[in-house]
């Protein structure tokens, strides 16, 4: 199984600021067909999870362009260029090359 | 607009099945090519992927789960199902079923409220 670890696993931010999340899988994720599979998923309190990012760096439609994930093969970064108070909850990488698909930990950001 | 809404027993004791429906709405659960797919998070913990079914057919499970657990359709009532066999203490979480973006993204872009599942006696 891939392993997907997540960091920091608590994130304190001020509105207006940005932040950053890192993933690590265990295995590269890049997919011969050159797309990274490496999702980011956001659960609000009391949500379910919603898609932030796919395949590393794409925003479904609805999603605010202060949100950019990047990276490859094995390290990727979740931004968020401003943080709004309603981007509160935990964040998840999640990899999507091998089955089982295994997310990571998930990181809490919360406002300062 | 597609929407998913997960239904079932929110007590099952030791040793039973768990048995839990998802219903689709705003679309056929036959058409196009997407893979239906059962995840659950257990309090406090990570979500877990548990496995998919395939509109042309086939099924993927989770190594861990595999021995357990069985997703099918049902096209006539739109709806997928998860059964869970043999249940312990640990297969108490809230379950979401959920549709991913496209069949060759494996990313769950739909996603269902969840339903909370206590296996307890």
């Known amino acids: 199984d891939i392993v997907m670890t997540q960091s920091p696993l608590s994130l304190p931010v001020t509105p207006g600021e940005p932040a950053s999340i890192s993933c690590r899988s265990s295995q590269s994720l890049l997919h011969t067909n050159g797309y990274n599979y490496l999702h980011w998923y956001l659960q609000k309190p009391g949500q379910s999870p919603q898609l932030l990012i796919y395949l590393g760096s794409n925003r479904p439609s609805g999603v605010p362009d202060r949100f950019s994930g990047s990276g490859s093969g094995t390290d990727f970064t979740l931004k968020i260029s401003r943080v709004a108070a309603e981007d509160v909850g935990v964040y998840y990488c999640?990899?999507?090359?091998?089955?089982?698909?295994?997310f990571g930990q998930g990181t809490k950001l919360e406002i300062k | 607009q597609v929407q998913l809404q997960e239904s079932g027993p929110g007590l099952v004791r030791p040793s039973q099945t768990l048995s839990l429906t998802c219903t689709v709405s705003?679309?056929?659960?036959?058409?196009?090519?997407?893979?239906w797919t059962w995840i659950r998070q257990p309090a406090g913990r990570r979500l877990e992927w548990i496995g998919r079914f395939y509109t042309r057919g086939s099924t993927n499970y989770n190594p861990s789960l595999k021995s357990r657990v069985t997703i099918s359709l049902d096209t006539s009532k739109n709806q997928f199902s998860l059964k869970l066999t043999s249940v312990t203490a640990a297969d108490t979480a809230v379950y979401y079923c959920a549709r991913d973006l496209s069949d060759w993204s494996n990313a769950f872009h739909i996603w269902g409220q969840g339903t909370m599942v206590t296996v307890s006696s």
């Open positions: 705003g679309d056929s659960i036959s058409s196009g090519s997407y893979y």
């Open positions: 999640m990899e999507a090359l091998l089955i089982p698909y295994n």
